[in-house]
């Protein structure tokens, strides 16, 4: 009989090792799945693992990928991170993602085909806009109305999907497109488009944008008030209230970062490495950053880890599908695995397990 | 715009039948938050449910393998959940999400040979000439059996929360699970039944869709039906009739819009299609401006239990 024993303080050693475990336990459970499917396991995990960084033919284009795919999970799990943190659960990051996205290149198509240092700017304050206000409808219906901020949140992502087909059907279709649905190309607009910054890298404006939040929000936790109190109301929401801490202004803050993150995410997005609105421009980073800010441990230096990780796994799907025949639905079951078992190990960092015998009751 | 093609009898006959998914999936999720548990992971266990049912049906040539099939895999995959939330103690909003994610890509994984594939087809119940009444007997009496138990679970189920010796202990461990532990209730035990319990109605909530009500095999078919369930549980008050009434009006706007954009209505097909999603968020708010603890929620709803002693 294990008895469990709460901690009083969540245990170091086992919150840092905790997504080690879960990420060998996945490869495991992965691995059996794979075999399942009818593929070499071992074979499955190199290719997802390895091979996008050490393949002597795939590599060099693939490890430019990395920074790609890792830009817009960090950007979007940093902020989801801080709600996470405070007990505030937006879950619609893909919506928000989604709406600053269009804002954003709706903005640069307006001037196209201008050229002025300005335009890709005021884009990317378009696309933060879109987010934000995104992200304050279920900030409003919480403080105000008190509705659940989880359902609202993920019930506007299917809305922001209706609306991108809209737009992309509307009023952003390509006049020059031959009446095919999607946008003119960002890509291929100087002004407007998000290019990598040194070649060979990966390394966009996005890119930078999610180090530039890392770093904020490492100093935001670790040195400033809203920091402490975002902490404080997650961990003693009475307490938070005692200390003057006004759970409407936290709630809307929250929420409003996390909106504003998404949604530049989106627009450097649009506007560099998918380079157009179009109806499947949504590919699920808003759902796959969740993962990644608790796979980071809420942590702004774990999360960056994390979504190097992520993006590997996505990458590795990739290639795997090229090479072996994987499905693509096998990485995203792959991922929600690896959630899975972070939750289930992290029972060891907040609790003691003592063996004892069994109780007379 | 034509609207003299929509057919009034034939409409809320097809309200029916698109209420069912979320009617089902939305009662376990009733029972479970009885419980004082929240599972976020509907979407994920109706998806799973869908493609278990969907793949038993095409190979047994069985729509009633396929049910049971799919409430075994909703119930499957919801016991991730109660073993991850009830003795791992994990956050049951985060497990909840990861069993949606997660059964988002599984059963994708699973569907792969299924595309486009025609399910067995499940025949309606008759009633003889009673299914010949106008009106009356196009809207109720020419359904297959599924809607029948769906209808029946709703008093059945407030029967059984409300006068049972059984439904009076769930709500004790949903309103305080310390005093239930106190009483010598099992809590996690209790928990777990419930769990399950929800898991499989979501299952057979997701087998109805892709056996009955599209019926087809899709990628990601459920289109947020699990989340609208969810929402559902608010709007009724955690009261079962009142899920009824509100799975009849979120039925009522799929189909309506459906037809708005089959009659070429004015309005583009977009916005018809998100009207669903819009206006489950206004009568959420409208419903929670009443008050969280006034509108019936389980006090102990979403908080882990861990008994000490």
């Given at each position: 009989?294990?008895?469990?024993?709460?901690?009083?303080?969540?245990?170091?050693?086992?919150?840092?090792?905790?997504?080690v475990l879960a990420v060998i336990a996945t490869m495991v459970a992965g691995g059996l799945m794979f075999a399942a499917l009818g593929k070499d396991p071992l074979e499955a995990i190199r290719t997802i693992f390895w091979d996008p960084l050490f393949h002597p033919q795939f590599a060099g284009y693939s490890r430019p990928q990395l920074l790609v795919k890792a830009g817009p999970l960090i950007l979007i799990a940093i902020g989801l991170s801080l709600g996470f943190r405070a007990g505030v659960w937006n879950i619609g990051a893909e919506g928000q993602y989604i709406i600053g996205a269009i804002c954003g290149a709706a903005v640069g198509l307006a001037f196209y085909p201008a050229a002025g240092w300005y335009i890709f700017p005021l884009m990317v304050i378009a696309g933060a806009l879109g987010g934000f206000v995104w992200a304050m409808i279920p900030g409003i219906l919480r403080t105000r109305f008190n509705t659940s901020e989880i359902l609202v949140s993920l019930l506007l992502v299917y809305v922001a999907q209706a609306l991108l087909a809209s737009v992309a059907l509307?009023?952003?279709?390509?006049?020059?497109?031959?009446?095919?649905?999607?946008s003119r190309n960002l890509a291929q607009y100087p002004a407007a488009a998000n290019l990598e910054l040194i070649p060979g890298t990966g390394m966009h404006w996005g890119v930078v944008a999610a180090f530039i939040a890392v770093i904020a929000s490492f100093v935001l936790l670790q040195r400033h008030?809203?920091?402490?109190?975002?902490?404080?109301?997650?961990?003693?929401?009475?307490?938070?209230?005692?200390?003057?801490?006004?759970?409407?202004?936290?709630?809307?803050?929250?929420?409003?970062?996390?909106?504003?993150?998404?949604?530049?995410?989106?627009?450097?997005?649009?506007?560099?490495?998918?380079?157009?609105?179009?109806?499947?421009?949504?590919?699920?980073?808003?759902?796959?950053?969740?993962?990644?800010?608790?796979?980071?441990?809420?942590?702004?230096?774990?999360?960056?880890?994390?979504?190097?990780?992520?993006?590997?796994?996505?990458?590795?799907?990739?290639?795997?599908?090229?090479?072996?025949?994987?499905?693509?639905?096998?990485?995203?079951?792959?991922?929600?695995?690896?959630?899975?078992f972070l939750l289930a190990l992290d029972l060891t960092s907040n609790y003691r397990l003592r063996l004892a015998k069994r109780e007379v009751a | 715009m034509d609207l003299s093609a929509i057919n009034p009898a034939v409409l809320f006959a097809s309200l029916i039948v698109a209420a069912t998914p979320i009617l089902l999936a939305g009662l376990g999720e009733l029972v479970v938050e009885k419980a004082g548990v929240l599972n976020l992971g509907v979407e994920g266990m109706m998806i799973v449910g869908a493609i278990c049912g969907f793949a038993v049906a095409v190979g047994t040539g069985s729509p009633f393998l396929g049910f049971v099939a799919g409430a075994v895999g909703g119930a499957l995959l919801s016991l991730i959940f109660a073993v991850l939330t009830q003795y791992l103690l994990a956050n049951q909003v985060a497990t909840g999400l990861a069993l949606t994610l997660f059964g988002l890509g599984f059963s994708a994984l699973i569907g792969q040979g299924y595309v486009g594939i025609k399910p067995p087809p499940v025949s309606a119940l008759t009633f003889g000439p009673l299914s010949d009444i106008p009106l009356l007997g196009t809207i109720l009496l020419r359904h297959d059996a599924m809607v029948y138990l769906a209808l029946l679970a709703v008093p059945g189920l407030w029967w059984a929360i409300n006068r049972t010796r059984m439904g009076l202990i769930l709500r004790a461990v949903g309103e305080n699970h310390d005093a239930a532990h106190a009483l010598g209730y099992k809590v996690v035990h209790i928990r777990l039944a419930a769990i399950v319990f929800g898991g499989a109605m979501a299952g057979l909530g997701g087998a109805y869709l892709s056996l009955i009500r599209v019926p087809l095999w899709t990628e990601g078919m459920t289109a947020g039906a699990g989340w609208i369930a969810l929402a559902l549980v608010?709007?009724?008050?955690?009261?079962?009739?009142?899920?009824?009434?509100?799975?009849?009006?979120?039925?009522?706007?799929?189909?309506l819009q459906l037809n708005l954009q089959a009659a070429g209505a004015r309005v583009p097909v977009e916005y018809l299609s998100m009207s669903p999603y819009v206006i489950t968020i206004v009568v959420l708010v409208v419903m929670s401006a009443r008050g969280g603890r006034a509108a019936g929620a389980p006090a102990?709803?979403?908080?882990?239990?861990?008994a000490t002693h």
């Open positions: 009989m294990i008895r469990l024993e709460k901690r009083p303080t969540p245990s170091r050693f086992w919150t840092a090792a905790t997504p509307g009023v952003l279709r390509n006049p020059q497109g031959g009446g095919f649905p999607g008030i809203l920091g402490f109190n975002i902490r404080l109301s997650g961990q003693a929401p009475r307490a938070a209230r005692f200390a003057g801490v006004s759970p409407t202004a936290l709630v809307l803050t929250c929420l409003g970062v996390s909106g504003v993150l998404a949604g530049m995410a989106g627009l450097f997005e649009a506007a560099g490495p998918s380079g157009k609105i179009s109806i499947d421009f949504a590919s699920g980073y808003g759902f796959t950053a969740i993962i990644v800010a608790f796979l980071g441990r809420l942590n702004p230096v774990g999360i960056l880890l994390a979504g190097l990780l992520m993006a590997l796994t996505y990458i590795g799907g990739e290639l795997a599908q090229f090479m072996l025949g994987l499905p693509k639905a096998s990485i995203q079951a792959f991922q929600g695995m690896l959630l899975f | 608010v709007f009724a008050s955690w009261k079962p009739g009142r899920l009824l009434l509100g799975a009849w009006l979120f039925g009522g706007i799929t189909v102990a709803l979403g908080r882990s239990f861990h």
